[in-house]
Nanobody, 122 residues
Framework: VQLVESGGGLVQTGGSLRLSCAASGITFSTFALAWFRQRPGEEREIVAAMHWSGDIYDYADDPVRGRFTISRDNAKSIVYLQMNSLKPEDTAVYYC???????????????WGHGTQVTVSS
């Protein structure tokens, strides 16, 4: 099983990036997918997540609402994170994650990529 992120880099405030995460070794279409980030000195936080069906999870304290969009291509086993209107506070290492579901139907993200650095300059 492998998750490999790409697409990170240096961008100016207001710019855009699209992160990709290629998965192998899993039945991709049956997994919940997510993007997390870890900013310097902070805990890892969830950024966006998607149900196996394509439904988007809604997080009440969503720090990127309206700017970031998660999507998936099941044929290619790739999950994307489109990031627009980037801000310096979006600077972080971004990780993709995949998981199945617990007995209550909640996703359990237990497969992780190694991360890709996103740096937003002011």
């Amino acid at each position: 099983v492998q998750l490999v992120e790409s697409g990170g880099g240096l961008v100016q405030t207001g710019g855009s990036l699209r992160l990709s995460c290629a998965a192998s070794g899993i039945t991709f279409s049956t997994f919940a997918l997510a993007w997390f980030r870890q900013r310097p000195g902070e805990e890892r936080e969830i950024v966006a997540a998607m149900h196996w069906s394509g439904d988007i999870y809604d997080y009440a304290d969503d720090p990127v609402r309206g700017r970031f969009t998660i999507s998936r291509d099941n044929a290619k086993s790739i999950v994307y994170l489109q990031m627009n209107s980037l801000k310096p506070e979006d600077t972080a290492v971004y990780y993709c994650a995949a998981g199945r579901y617990d007995d209550y139907g909640a996703p359990v993200f237990d497969l992780w990529g190694h991360g890709t650095q996103v740096t937003v300059s002011s």
